[in-house]
């Protein structure tokens, strides 16, 4: 089970780690309930011994609060039919007209539980109970870039066009990773996330 | 100065040791498949280790140099016009001709001086999901020219006058591939997954005793693995998404296990049964399609004692070469 403490607290966790800086971890990976220390092969200590020691430094000297972890993050999405395939379905499924799914998506506050899937790619919990329906039955085999979409009680974007099973209600004209950034990644886990409903117009001029 | 490709053979891509520190957001470190055979084919030509280098997987390709060059083409054994596994010199406009592979699957070619392309994020490997890193992001094809260093005439020049033993083009010695496999199966060793302990005695075994062989829609990004399906976890409570790694095998709900190769996605929520050591996945690298491989359980202070013994047949290799150089 997801247990949100848990979550929060493996992402604090994560923050201690990499403030640290150890030259012998090369990525420090918060999952839902984990946490990975990918450490440099060329490292000759006991590894298993070293990781339990920094992880009990970490520990001693204080984690950051969760509201230091991560940032605020705004997202335009556009609810426009020909961005939402799914839109009926979900008001169908639920009882909900298709203008109520899309504001009730766009009011929600959100935290990225975890980064995955692919690069850039954010799983984000706090979706409104009325809005959870499970993944459909059969995964689309392109989901176009920038797709904005919901299952079970989380929301994701995709990042590029892949293969995908979500319930697609919107799509955002924000580039979510970009090689060529200093920050190629528009998400990070822990990120407090809110969406701003924007007109076919307003996502246009975003050029994309 | 470029070198050019007439014939691009299969999936060849530009890689080098991969970019770090992105697997937070999702990316993996990707890069050489070989990591072992990408750094002895850089030593070959005079080169820091984890320059970039042409990957060559299966098939071989036809390639043109546009000026003198020291080339080595280091890792699994292919049908060529030139002598693998040492520094060869290769004048211009002369056509280097590398067919199938005939032991392994993939070999790296370097060039002295490596391949000038703009890093991304760090790294001039390709990350084909992505389309970003090395040349266009993609796998090579035929008409294009990947860059040279500017000066790499001279350098090949002056490199390959440093060396002892030659022969002509090239040299009397060769170094050792380290992961070309002698004889299929091959032995991996594995520690056990997190989710091992999910799986029943006969499953467990299964797992251990199978042969098996990699599967054709196998990639840089995972190895199928076929073989009698595994027979599911006994416990099937909920798995929560969690960080995969280099080598880690998971078991889809068909039972056909996948092992997370280069390419990998960093998260992933499939039972795993057991995570390869660090120094056989170089190893298993070098089986194509069809080839053969069965693991042998053993601790992690065993993993590392084969990660150190990896090591330093690599760095004693690394040494030989630079004897050669002079150094």
């Known amino acids: 089970m997801l247990d949100l403490e848990v979550n929060a607290f493996v992402q604090r966790l994560a923050a201690a780690v990499h403030a640290r800086g150890e030259p012998w971890i ?68 639920t009882g909900l007209s298709p203008e109520d799914v899309a504001a009730r998506h766009a009011k929600g506050e959100y935290r990225v539980l975890m980064m995955g899937f692919a690069p850039g790619h954010a799983y984000m919990g706090g979706l409104d109970a009325k809005l959870a329906l499970s993944r459909r039955a059969t995964p689309r085999a392109v989901v176009p870039m920038g797709s904005v979409a919901i299952a079970n009680e989380q929301t994701v974007v995709y990042p590029y066009a892949i293969a995908g099973g979500w319930n697609i209600i919107g799509r955002t004209p924000l580039v979510l990773f970009d090689a060529k950034r200093d920050q190629p990644s528009l998400f990070a886990a822990g990120d407090r996330v809110r969406f701003r409903a924007i007109s076919g117009a307003e996502f246009e001029g975003f050029g994309r | 100065m470029t070198l050019r490709i007439l014939r691009p053979g299969i999936l060849m891509t530009v890689q080098d040791e991969g970019r770090h520190g992105y697997q937070h957001v999702g990316l993996c470190p990707g890069g050489a498949m070989d990591p072992v055979a990408l750094a002895l084919a850089n030593a070959l030509v005079g080169n820091d280790v984890d320059e970039a280098a042409l990957e060559l997987t299966i098939l071989g390709p036809d390639l043109e ?11 699994a054994e292919f049908e060529a016009n030139i002598p693998l596994n040492r520094p060869v010199w290769v004048q211009a406009g002369k056509l280097v001709h590398i067919g199938r592979v005939t032991r392994g699957a993939r070999a790296y070619l370097a060039v002295a001086g490596g391949l000038p392309i703009e890093p991304v994020l760090g790294s001039r490997s390709t990350y084909l999901p992505g389309r970003f890193g090395g040349h266009e992001g993609r796998t090579l094809r035929r008409g294009d020219a990947i860059p040279l260093a500017a000066n790499v005439a001279a350098l090949s020049r002056e490199r390959f006058e440093k060396l002892k033993g030659k022969n002509g083009r090239s040299v009397r010695w060769w170094a050792p591939p380290l992961t070309a496999p002698d004889r299929e199966p091959i032995l991996v060793h ?74 990998h996605q960093t998260t992933g929520g499939y039972p795993r049964i057991a995570e390869i050591a660090w120094a056989d996945v170089p190893r298993l690298a070098q089986l194509a399609p069809g080839g053969k491989v069965h693991f042998a359980r053993c601790s992690l202070d065993i993993a590392a004692q084969l990660r150190k013994a990896m090591r330093e047949r690599l760095e004693a290799a690394l040494h030989g070469i630079a004897w050669e150089y002079g150094n």
């Open chain 2, 65 to 75: 140099f546009g000026a003198d060059t020291l080339i080595a083409v280091c890792g």
């Open chain 2, 190 to 263: 594995v520690i056990e997954g997190e989710h091992y302990g999910r799986f029943d005695g006969v499953a467990q075994r299964a797992f251990l005793d199978t042969i098996w062989s990699i599967a054709a829609d196998s990639n840089r990004m995972g190895f199928r693995l076929g073989g009698a399906p595994l027979a599911r976890p006994t416990d099937e409570s909920e798995i929560l998404s969690a960080p995969t790694c280099l080598g880690t095998v998971q078991v889809p709900a068909n039972g056909q296990p996948i092992v997370l190769m280069a390419d």
């Open chain 1, 26 to 93: 090369r990525d420090v990976v918060p999952a839902l309930g984990g946490l990975a220390l990918h450490f440099d092969p060329g490292f000759d200590g006991v590894i298993s011994d070293v990781a339990a020691e920094l992880i009990e430094r970490c520990l001693k000297d204080g984690l950051p609060d969760a509201e230091n972890v991560g940032r605020e993050v705004e997202v335009p999405v556009c609810y426009d039919r020909v961005f939402a395939p799914d839109l009926e379905e979900v008001a169908a499924k």
